[in-house]
T-cell receptor
Framework: DSGVTQTPKHLITATGQRVTLRCSPR?????VYWYQQSLDQGLQFLIQ???????AKGNILERFSAQQFPDLHSELNLSSLELGDSALYFC?????????????FGPGTRLTVL | GENVEQHPSTLSVQEGDSAVIKCTYS??????FPWYKQELGKRPQLIID?????GEKKDQRIAVTLNKTAKHFSLHITETQPEDSAVYFC?????????????FGTGTRLQVTL
């Protein structure tokens, strides 16, 4: 157990819908990262937050947004869902967001868009 | 942006043999290279990492080598065991202060047979 929690574990929804994925980092970690893992694209970095502020951005679609709250938990919002958004979404956390910190991954949320 | 290529995509070895996974990266600004292991249905976990000012690092049966000039790095697993069976991901990191971004390779599925 990495100490990073993610809810829900599984999510099944329909195209066009909107969902929110939630992540709680390890106690004391200030930085949160979101990744998308699909069969054909491996692990793709989406976005990083540090202490409530966006720090780095990857190939995150405009339909996706995220935020980190004052209690340091983070939410990833996915809207206008398409079939291709079906994937495993991981959250990771690290102590201070700097490069050499190990990123600890949560168990993931499996999203299925029908 | 950074691009990481990883080979082979699948690797089957007999127990006790060695396994080598190779990665190349494109961005000369990348200076941190972690390796993650992901067992079936589980989260990625860091197994070893190397910084750009180091050419080789070893931890028991696993070692990583880095050639900055050629922009490639490799994972070596010796005396493989069935529990080494998993998907292995290399990654390259670029960072500025508390903003850091990991770009992952597409993964190598390692199967250790008895």
């Amino acid at each position: 157990d990495s100490g990073v929690t993610q809810t829900p574990k599984h999510l099944i929804t329909a195209t066009g819908q909107r969902v929110t994925l939630r992540c709680s980092p390890r106690s004391g970690d200030l930085s949160v990262y979101w990744y998308q893992q699909s069969l054909d694209q491996g692990l793709q970095f989406l976005i990083q937050y540090y202490n409530g502020e966006e720090r780095a951005k990857g190939n995150i679609l405009e339909r996706f947004s995220a935020q980190q709250f004052p209690d340091l938990h983070s939410e990833l919002n996915l809207s206008s869902l398409e079939l291709g958004d079906s994937a495993l979404y991981f959250c990771a956390s690290s102590p201070d967001g700097t490069q050499y910190n190990e990123q600890f991954f949560g168990p993931g949320t499996r999203l299925t868009v029908l | 942006g950074e691009n990481v290529e990883q080979h082979p995509s699948t690797l089957s070895v007999q127990e006790g043999d060695s396994a080598v996974i190779k990665c190349t990266y494109s961005d000369s600004a990348s200076n941190y290279f972690p390796w993650y292991k992901q067992e079936l249905g589980k989260r990625p976990q860091l197994i070893i990492d190397i910084r750009s000012n180091v050419g080789e690092k070893k931890d028991q049966r696993i070692a990583v080598t880095l050639n900055k000039t050629a922009k490639h790095f490799s994972l070596h697993i010796t005396e493989t065991q069935p529990e080494d069976s998993a998907v292995y991901f290399c990654a390259a990191s670029t960072a500025r202060g508390t903003a850091s971004k990991l770009t992952f390779g597409t993964g190598t599925r390692l199967q250790v047979t008895l």
